[in-house]
């Protein structure tokens, strides 16, 4: 199964599917010019799905009967350029995939996280569908409400209004798997005090429906958060965990499932979580060691550096879980050499340095990192980082940490965390003390 996915990824862009790029208003002109609605995928380089995404299912042939409904536009979320699209089309998630009536400049579809192609074709079709409606049908106008409301930020109103979506979906209806992801996540952001208890009751009674894909991934995340927001000991939380556990390991055994790699490895990640929350570690280290051995066959199946970099970043995080940094090490180093102008590889190695105590070259390695990235939400993270290992070095802080305030303060909107904000003063405060 992995030679197939590989090769589909490497062959020819056999969906013939041409993104614009960081252009949304010339995308919009040429959908009102050519009556259809535009489709935007907004990602980030850092994020593994987008890059998945981008590798292995844009190319696919699956898409060529789609590839003319819509106009299709990448927005990436770290450019300033885009910070007004981000400003009016907030995110919840890296990647989001909206998909845009031109005249009114409503979002008719929205999809969250990874696809399998077969899912992410009856997206565009259903969105192309939606766009192309006078009035649309009951669920999807609930839909469009709850579109409206979390581009308000408000997140109670949109989860009442995708519950209501929800509840006019059939049992059988394609839609409903991503519609639970909606809500979840809604109800996951939602400050509402009965939000959480209503997301983990959602997630017992529909986990057996959230489909076979990456969704009941996403899906399974979104409710287990919630369950994180219970108090300890909860008893709803408790079997939510324990269903969660059974559900994954089922979706990862299956054969079946169209998962790609990254899919796999991201199930894989939340069992991980859960196990260990459950105190089954040793099963946790177990599905570990699964996870290194598929990223590194999926990896050593790619034709070139930079479609095998895509599974860098949870091979990273899956040889720190299993103690073993010394092999994130030797990859990253080498990845940076094979990828000299990408921010990523130096990013992570620093990361994986300053966990081996290796604190001169993790300083070295995050500011050459630094040096080749923008002012972007990733950014404050890196400078993070490199906050820590200056710490651990006894060096002043202050100066990372004011930029870090900073970029925060040039973010789109919509990004901005007030919380993270008065963090970030706090520990300027104290860094000034120094």
Not at 244 to 256: G, Y
């Amino acid at each position: 199964m992995l030679a197939l996915i590989v090769a589909a990824a490497v062959a020819a862009n056999a969906s013939g599917i041409q993104f614009m790029e960081d252009d949304y208003p010339a995308a919009l002109a040429r959908a009102r010019k050519e009556h259809k609605p535009v489709l935007v995928d907004t990602w980030a380089s850092w994020c593994h799905t987008c890059l998945s995404m981008q590798r292995f299912v844009f190319p696919d042939a699956g898409l060529r009967p789609v590839k003319d409904a819509v106009v299709w536009l990448s927005i990436d979320g770290e450019n300033p350029k885009n910070n007004a699209f981000l400003d009016r089309f907030p995110l919840d998630a890296w990647p989001t995939f909206l998909v845009i009536e031109p005249r009114g400049e409503r979002v008719v579809g929205r999809w969250i996280g990874a696809a399998s192609v077969n899912d992410f074709r009856g997206f565009v079709q259903e969105g192309a569908r939606a766009a192309g409606k006078e009035k649309p049908d009951a669920a999807t106008a609930e839909l469009h409400k709850g579109f409206e409301a979390r581009a308000r930020g408000d997140f109670a109103a949109a989860a009442a209004a995708y519950r209501k979506a929800l509840e006019l979906t059939t049992k059988d209806d394609p839609a409903r798997p991503e519609r639970l992801v909606l809500l979840s996540m809604a109800l996951l952001r939602s400050k509402a005090p009965d939000a959480a208890r209503q997301c983990v009751q959602l997630g017992l009674r529909e986990m057996d429906r959230a489909g076979d894909t990456s969704i009941a991934t996403d899906f399974l995340s979104a409710v287990d958060g919630c369950a994180q927001r219970l108090s300890e000991g909860d008893a709803q939380g408790a079997e939510l965990r324990q269903k969660s556990i059974a559900r994954l390991q089922r979706l990862i055994a299956s054969a079946d499932a169209p998962l790609s790699v990254d899919d796999r490895s991201d199930a894989q990640a939340n069992l991980m979580e859960l196990l260990d929350v459950s105190h089954e570690h040793e099963q946790a280290v177990q599905v570990g060691q699964a996870r290194a051995k598929l990223l590194e066959e999926a990896a050593a199946r790619a034709p070139d550096a930079t479609m095998a970099s895509t599974f860098d970043a949870h091979r990273t995080d899956t040889y720190l879980y299993l103690g073993e940094p010394q092999k994130a090490e030797q990859l990253l180093a080498a990845r940076e050499k094979e990828m000299p102008d990408d921010y990523n590889p130096p990013a992570r190695l620093a990361r994986v340095l300053l966990e081996e105590k290796k604190l001169p070259e993790a300083e070295a390695a995050v500011d050459r990192a630094l040096l080749k990235m923008t002012r972007g939400q990733r950014r404050i993270g890196v400078l993070g980082l490199k906050a820590r290992i200056l710490e651990r070095e006894g060096k002043p802080t202050a100066a990372v940490v004011q930029e870090q305030l900073e970029v925060l303060r040039e973010l789109p909107r919509t990004q901005r965390s007030p919380e993270m904000e008065a963090q970030l003063r706090k520990k300027l405060a104290e860094a000034q003390k120094r």
